[in-house]
């Protein structure tokens, strides 16, 4: 409360002249000038970011490179050092409320790397070897056939078990404080796992993958200022020939280029941030608490007894 | 109804994630209804009896007595 601000002095006066007659007047003046202290004293913390909720969330510690507490800290929350915890509340990790989702998507993303670099083995990114490797890999190959439905299959149900994962997180409202930020690199990966999926579905180049991505890469022609059918597009200088669409498929139409780009993509380019992305979530897990186990029920009698105090 | 022409269309690579979310969906759904109606029910049986609540292992599926709490996982 600052002692010298005016609206304080003219609400008190207000709160007096209340009981005189005018008291909802009064009780408006009253409420809006403590919204007002309220506003300065958010504005006041939002001066300095790392105070905010947000910036919390995101980086938990100060990086003051001075205080050797916090040299110590680069070991001890180093992500490769500290990967698993030494002791895990045996509650949280209950196939009950876990539904074990986040672990069945990680273990299939190994599958689909160890499988995906077997079928590497095997496969041209070029319009004349593709579909006949694939034709080579399902008939010819011992166990090419297996290989190649191992992978498929996992990257199918990748994407329903990263679903299902969210969905339970959605659920036992374990995307709250403290873990917003993880929640918010959770959705990332979301995203790369479907990037993923749908740059892979080009590459066998048969009829279904082509017209896949020719549905996907026209609906990159609406994207707003970077289609050359988007809105704003136009205005922005966008054709056919230099919008985003062009960016995706290296070209203006689906050929030998979108297939490199595609393969690139989907073995190396997405892969690897995706790997970033996994390591700072499972990070994430351990520095926000492990697991969020099943919390013990609230009830509404207490938490009144609770606000009386 | 010709059943082997739903079978090809059901058994096709492409369509198997489709037939699986079929059930993996609408399990989901109902497992998640249930945990959360469990939920429910246990607050307001706590509700109802507060001397429960001070006593009550106040989760829906309570750790029995004697079982360790965590798990020494590493080194």
């Known amino acids: 409360m600052d002692p010298e601000n005016p609206d304080q002095k003219e609400s008190k006066q207000l ?3 209340e009981k005189s007659g005018s008291s909802l007047m009064g009780k408006v003046r009253e409420g809006s000038s403590a919204l007002k202290e309220r506003a300065i004293e958010e504005a006041k913390t939002y001066k300095d970011p790392q105070d905010t909720q947000l910036w919390k969330s995101i980086f938990r510690v100060s990086h003051d490179r001075s205080d050797p507490r916090n040299r110590s800290l680069a070991i001890l929350s180093n992500v490769f050092l500290h990967l698993h915890p ?6 949280a990790v209950r196939y009950p409320f876990t539904w074990g989702m986040g672990g069945i998507t990680f273990y299939l993303f190994i599958v689909l790397t160890f499988t995906g670099v077997l079928l590497m083995f095997y496969y041209h990114p070029t319009k004349v070897d593709a579909f006949r490797d694939i034709l ?5 190959v011992p166990f090419g056939k297996l290989l190649r439905n191992m992978h498929r299959g996992a990257a199918h149900l990748m994407v329903i078990t990263t679903g299902l994962h969210m969905f339970r997180v959605v659920l036992t409202g374990s995307y709250k404080r403290p873990r917003e930020f993880n929640w918010c690199v959770g959705v990332v990966l979301l995203v790369l796992t479907l990037l993923l999926s749908f740059t892979g579905y080009l590459l066998p180049d048969d009829q279904l993958g082509f017209w896949a991505v020719t549905v996907g890469t026209n609906m990159a022609r609406a994207t707003p200022m970077f289609g050359s059918e988007g809105p704003f597009g ?7 020939y230099n919008d985003v669409r062009f960016g995706l498929l290296g070209g203006s139409i689906v050929d030998s280029n979108a297939l490199l780009r595609s393969y690139i993509w989907h073995c ?9 992305f996994m390591a700072v979530h499972f990070w994430r897990i351990r520095k926000d608490g492990g697991i969020s186990g099943p919390a013990p029920v609230m009830l509404e009698s207490e938490m009144k007894a609770v606000k009386k105090k | 109804m010709d059943w082997h022409q739903l079978w090809t269309i059901a058994s096709a690579p492409d369509n198997i994630p489709i037939v699986a979310m079929l059930f993996l969906a609408p399990f989901f759904t109902w497992l998640g209804i249930k945990q959360a109606r469990a939920n429910d029910r246990l607050v307001e049986q706590l509700e109802e ?3 429960l609540a001070k006593t009550h292992h106040r989760k829906v599926e309570p750790w029995r007595p004697g079982w360790a709490r ?6």
Do not use: C, F
């Not at chain 1, 080579?136 to 010819?140: A, F, M």
């Not at chain 1, 136009?234 to 056919?240: D, K, V």
């Not at chain 2, 965590?70 to 080194?75: A, L, N, Q, R, S």
């Open chain 1, 234 to 240: 136009a205005q922005l200088g966008m054709t056919p």
């Open chain 1, 86 to 91: 030494a002791k895990i509340n045996r509650d």
């Open chain 1, 136 to 140: 080579y890999l399902e008939h010819d």
């Open chain 1, 15 to 17: 709160t007096t002249g």
């Open chain 2, 49 to 51: 009896d507060p001397k």
């Open chain 1, 268 to 276: 190396i380019g997405i892969p690897l941030v995706a790997s970033i």
């Open chain 2, 70 to 75: 965590e798990i020494h996982v590493w080194p």
